[in-house]
């Protein structure tokens, strides 16, 4: 039993990969608060809102417009100067902020 939980633990371990580092993910994201918001919620209109956002879709999101899959005249030249190394760690910064949402009433 212990043998197979020591396994377990050194699966999840290396399944995780070297965890995202959110300190630099939030050091990263001040170059992306003008259109996206300090805190993630966007401010101009043309801006998606970041926060509470899916850690796997931001990433995507950012690989996307480096690769050229997705394009956008600010974008498109932001992610070239990304890493893929800063895209995890700003994609996880992003993702740890919590909402709290409220369906509108009708
Ligand atoms: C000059 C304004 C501007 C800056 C600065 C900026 N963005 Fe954006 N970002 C946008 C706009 C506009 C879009 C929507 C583009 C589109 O329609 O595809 C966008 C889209 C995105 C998306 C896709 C979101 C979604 O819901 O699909 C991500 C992720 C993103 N930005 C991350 C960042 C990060 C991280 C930074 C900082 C490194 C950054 N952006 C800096 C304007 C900006």
């Not at 995507?60 to 100067?81: E, F, H, L, P, T």
Request: charged content about 20%; some cysteine; hydrophobic content about 40%.
């Amino acid at each position: 039993m212990k043998s197979l939980l020591l396994c377990l633990g050194i699966l999840l371990v290396s399944a995780h990969g070297h965890s995202a580092d959110l300190a630099k993910g939030q050091a990263l994201s001040s170059q992306c608060s003008v259109c996206h918001g300090k805190n993630g919620i966007a401010k101009d209109p043309e801006s998606p809102n970041l926060a509470g956002q899916g850690a796997y879709y931001l990433e995507k999101a950012m690989v996307d417009y480096q690769k050229g899959m997705r394009q956008d005249r600010r974008m498109s030249i932001i992610a070239q100067a990304l890493s893929l190394e800063d895209i995890k760690n700003l994609a996880a910064w992003y993702a740890a902020f919590e909402l709290t949402v409220k369906e509108p009433s009708l």
